[in-house]
């Protein structure tokens, strides 16, 4: 936006583990050093979905011999770090020559592209045999409640392994633990892990208004989102430097570098395949500079005739009717169930007396919502009424914390989820204001969760070992957490924010090298709030083998 400017280290247990179950829980994460990036001739990562098996896949060299030595009794080291596992005796599983991944229906590209990464090969039938790995959707095998399509058992057992959840996307995070697992310590120990997210939205928003990102780099980011369990990728596309996808309805608003429909249809399948969901962000009524520079006579002005950058006149009825015109246009192109509406940094509201400022305003105010309205309540009127059209088109609304306004005449619908990032701006809100409200918050603390460009306004890159030792959900401002309970049935969950204020002061391969350990730490946080033990530089270094 415009001025947004840890788990006791378990013992592996050596030599032969006794009969009976050891329970541990734990919270394991990887990073590599800080700074670390894009590695050079690669992909940005060996992520997921870049290759697929054919049924006489590749065999690795050596792995012969090394399955004949038993893996490591203990917990499978992976980022997230899994929550729960039951050490079992036996000699645990690793690939070997010849084994398959078991997989059919909608599981199908699920084993393929798990067998094109382990160099096995791919059978769509059983039975399952020493040395396969079979994925099963299985209603029940992963808990109940809301989170439980993304909650996954896996179990090695009988020189076999058993990958099972309620849903696709968690048989699909049971696949990256056991892909970790391998490039971790070789294999999976035998036993039973038993994980599931704590927050059900965890990801990254991505300013590409300000600063053109390729579809390439972005799909290479759905990867490395995928691969931490990441499960959101928000654009933001929007703004007063920019707008960033090809439109049918109103061409003359797109900036020259884009992306093509074709290229967002492209993005967004890839991201379903990786069980990402991809949301629009189409912000007002502020940061539409590039929408008013092809529509001069949308231009907010104060008393004196100065425009206000950025925003529109929320009196004028074209104004609505050109927001809603790309709204309904986007909505198809996004198939998932948000749309975030921005609402945030409307300058009308950052004047110390935004009547007098915006006497048209605060005249419509009255008009529309009666003699006691003010400027912010035709600003609540508008999300509202952008929530009420996006709801039309099947879609939930989330909006910035700063658009909700307290004591006005107009208050903005319950279910429009408040997207909080800061307590610095004028008149902004605790969150806890927001839970008392019974507001469901979802997490961009600017402290902590804040890529911003060229490090203006006294912005600071943020660290992955800040975040992964000092962050959580509850930490919403600030470097507190909120006082009240902030569980996920009111916190959400997060994102890691990139914004582009100051577009050349990094390169796309700069920012993927910059957000790479913030993003792993944040994946972290969100899959198990608890405070890791782990520590920093172990799960620094187990990023580097994981990922």
Known sequence: MGLRLRTKRASAVRGTVCAGVLLVTMTLMGCPREGGGERPGQDDSRSPGASSASPSAPSSPGRQSAAQAPVPAGVPRAIPAVRSAEAAPGPGWRPVDGARVIASGPLADEGRRLAGELHLQYAAAGPARSGDVELAQRPGSSGSGPL??????????????????????????????????????????????????????????????????????IEARLRELSALKLNQLALHFSDDQGFRIESDSHPEIVSKQHLTKAEVRRIV????????????????????????????????RDASGTAARGAIDIANADSARIVDDLLREYAPLFPGPYFHLGADEYRALMAKNPEASYPRLAARAKE????????????????????????????????????????????????????????????????????????????????????????????????????????????????????????????????????????????????????????????????????????????????????
């Open 148 to 217: 439980a399509a993304e909650g996954y058992e896996l179990t090695a057992r009988d020189g076999k392994v058993l990958v099972a959840s309620a849903g696709e996307p968690g048989v699909f995070y049971g696949t990256r633990t056991l892909l970790q697992a391998v490039r971790s310590g070789g294999g999976l120990p035998e036993g039973v892990v038993r994980d599931a997210p704590d927050r059900a939205q965890r990801g990254l928003h991505l300013d590409i208004a300000r600063k053109h990102f390729t579809a390439g780099w």
């Open 269 to 300: 399948a890839l991201a379903e395949s990786l069980h990402v969901t991809v949301i629009p962000e189409l912000d007002s009524p502020g940061h539409l500079g590039a929408v008013i520079a092809a529509h001069p006579t949308l231009q907010l």
């Open 368 to 547: 529309k919502y009666g003699a006691r309205a003010r400027v912010q309540d035709l600003a609540t009127g508008w999300l509202n009424d952008r929530a009420a059209f996006v709801r039309t088109l099947g879609k939930k609304a989330k909006a910035w914390n700063d658009g909700f306004f307290p004591g006005g005449v107009v208050t903005a619908k319950k279910d429009i989820e408040v997207e909080y990032w800061t307590g610095k701006e004028i008149g902004a809100r605790a969150p806890q204001d927001y839970l008392n409200e019974g507001r469901t918050l979802v997490n961009l603390n600017d402290e902590y969760l804040y890529y911003v460009l060229g490090e203006p306004n006294q912005f600071t890159y943020p660290t992955g070992q800040r975040i992964y030792e000092q962050w959580s959900p509850a930490v919403l401002r600030g470097t507190a957490p909120v006082p009240a309970p902030a569980g996920p049935d009111r916190v959400a969950g997060g994102r890691l924010a990139v914004w582009c204020d100051r577009a050349a002061a990094q390169t796309p391969q700069q920012v993927a090298a910059g957000i790479r350990l913030p993003l792993a730490a944040t994946a972290q946080r969100l899959w198990d709030a608890r405070r890791p033990t782990l520590p920093w530089r172990d799960f620094a270094s187990l990023d580097a083998r994981v990922r």
